[in-house]
């Protein structure tokens, strides 16, 4: 077994483990709760069988008693539990693909399951000072304590829950009775009017559906984003029916009230009447797809899209070298073609000959993470003839202005991750010819807020990431990190000074989007 697979296995023990400390934290404290209630009851002689009614320095209060015996055993299990629920956690965001929309929420849940373990672990320690020193300021502090990390399992629970059944599971339930009863009703299109799939249904699918059932993302195991996803071998899972509207589940799926639990799309603005009545005569048309399914002619400023093919016997070796180097390289869905490798945690040893071990993804490679290795300008051009790469990381490498012109060749390049980079405004202008850049980011380099707004001017669909916004009086800090250590917290000049990044929770949050914290920048 590769450490891919490994890590992979591991951080899918995360919702078998994650049971446990809910379990256990929120039993600990109803313990604590049924026993001080219990006491609080008794107003007689102390029971001479129970030790905790002898010491006489114990306050009747049932705070300051000390713990019971029986719920410490639960804190001590659940602490580890907790622990370990973190980390495969952990390990299971940095592994498997996650859809954008799931960023900010996955960030939270994985913050807030490392707090709760980390509350379990004190109350632990402190539930063990209280039963040795029988003193009732820890038998206090450990019991708020407690209360603090079963409270937190709920909240950390509830994010967990959010990346599976969406943010509006746990209240959709309470939606008004109107809202309920809403039923939307299609827009009549002209007689005799036609649809074309590409100009017209393409873009409503790609917007409102592709997010959460396409290539990073299938929920239900659902895909929409290709003829082949929806009209698949198995005709009995096809949710659109051609030529049959009224037995299309996506069409139903897309007109129910907002309030019932199938609705589509989930946690979001309902279809317009005209979105849907052009589904559903694309549908009554006989949900004609191009093959490619996106336009078939260039519009102006691009290039048409190359037919791309995939030889699932070089994508699996390609992997298999991958993996052997030490990269992580998978497929973003067990099911699907589109494959994610990152060189990332390889570090410096990693160098312009490493892209080699990438041949055979030509068709198949959508994302590449190349942060913080050796590779140079003259290596990008080993990445011409990856048709399908639309997002890649070069953060905190040596690549200049002079690759940008060999990246220019990647015709679905839509992320461009240059944090931390030689480039310059005369790099950052080259990217205006790039087809589908749609967003680069430039925190720590050369580049100024007067050649990004340059770029944007010349293309509008660009949007270029400087870094956290700063009051209009400040001069925004250009060139090396170091400029920017002088004037946050102690804790990132520390980090600074010993040439690593800070790991403040607010830094690493930042840092994940190319961002700086600003509240570090407005300390």
């Given at each position: 077994m590769t450490m891919d697979l490994l890590f992979r296995f591991l951080g899918r023990l995360h919702p078998l483990v994650v049971h446990f400390p809910i379990a256990l934290l929120i039993s600990a404290l109803a313990i604590e709760m049924a026993v001080a209630s219990w006491r609080g009851l008794r107003r007689s002689e102390p029971d001479p069988r129970d030790p905790d009614e002898q010491s006489p320095d114990v306050a009747r209060d049932a705070a300051s008693r000390p713990p019971v015996r029986a719920a410490v055993v639960c804190v001590l299990i659940g602490a580890v539990s907790a622990g370990a629920a973190a980390w495969f956690g952990w390990i299971n965001a940095a592994v498997e693909p996650h859809g954008a929309s799931a960023a900010e929420t996955i960030e939270i849940h994985r913050w807030t399951g490392v707090a709760t373990a980390g509350l379990a672990a004190l109350a632990l320690v402190v539930a063990v000072a209280a039963s040795a020193t029988r003193l009732g300021v820890f038998a206090r502090v450990y019991r708020f304590v407690l209360l603090m990390a079963a409270l937190l399992v709920g909240v950390t629970g509830h994010f967990g829950a959010s990346l599976v059944y969406g943010p509006t599971y746990l209240t959709e339930i309470f939606g008004s009775e109107e809202e309920s009863g809403e039923v939307f009703v299609a827009a009549p299109l002209p007689p005799g009017a036609t649809v074309d799939f590409v100009s017209q249904v393409w873009p409503i699918l790609e917007e409102r559906c592709v997010e959460c059932h396409g290539p990073t993302r299938a929920r239900?195991?659902?895909?929409?984003?290709?003829?082949?996803?929806?009209?698949?071998?198995?005709?009995?899972?096809?949710?659109?029916?051609?030529?049959?509207?009224?037995?299309?589940e996506l069409l139903r799926r897309i007109t129910l009230p907002p309030g019932d639990e199938e609705f589509m799309p989930k946690e979001r603005e309902p279809l317009s009447s005209e979105q849907i009545g052009l589904i559903r005569l694309w549908i009554a048309e006989g949900a004609h797809w191009p093959a490619a399914g996106v336009?078939?002619?260039?519009?102006?400023?691009?290039?048409?899209?190359?037919?791309?093919?995939?030889?699932?016997?070089?994508?699996?070796?390609?992997?298999?070298?991958?993996?052997?180097?030490?990269a992580h390289a998978a497929r973003i869905a067990a099911d699907a073609p589109e494959v994610e490798v990152s060189f990332a945690q390889l570090g410096a040893g990693v160098t312009d000959d490493d892209l080699a071990l990438l041949r055979g993804l030509e068709g198949s490679l959508v994302w590449l993470n190349l942060a913080g290795t050796s590779v140079t300008d003259a290596g990008m051009s080993r990445l011409e003839g990856f048709a399908r790469l639309g997002r890649l990381q070069l953060q905190r490498t040596g690549v200049g202005d002079g690759a940008l012109e060999r990246l220019a060749r990647l015709p679905r390049l839509e992320t461009l991750n240059l944090y931390g980079t030689p480039v310059t405004d005369a790099g950052l202008a080259r990217l205006r010819s790039f087809p589908a850049l749609r967003r680069v980011y430039v925190w720590d380099t050369a580049v100024t807020r007067e050649g990004a707004r340059a770029l944007t001017g010349e293309n509008p669909a660009i949007e270029v990431v400087l870094g956290a916004e700063l009051p209009a009086d400040v001069e925004w800090p250009v060139g090396t990190a170091t400029a920017v250590a002088e004037r946050v917290p102690a804790c990132c000049a520390a980090a600074t000074a010993q040439g690593q990044e800070c790991d403040h929770p607010c830094c690493v949050a930042a840092r994940a989007v190319a961002r700086v914290c600003s509240d570090c920048l407005s300390d």
């Open positions: 239900g195991r659902l895909r929409l984003d290709s003829p082949g996803r929806v009209f698949g071998a198995d005709e009995s899972r096809w949710v659109v029916r051609p030529g049959d509207p009224e037995a299309s336009p078939t002619e260039p519009t102006a400023g691009e290039t048409a899209s190359p037919v791309i093919t995939v030889d699932a016997v070089a994508v699996e070796a390609a992997i298999a070298r991958l993996r052997g180097r030490g």
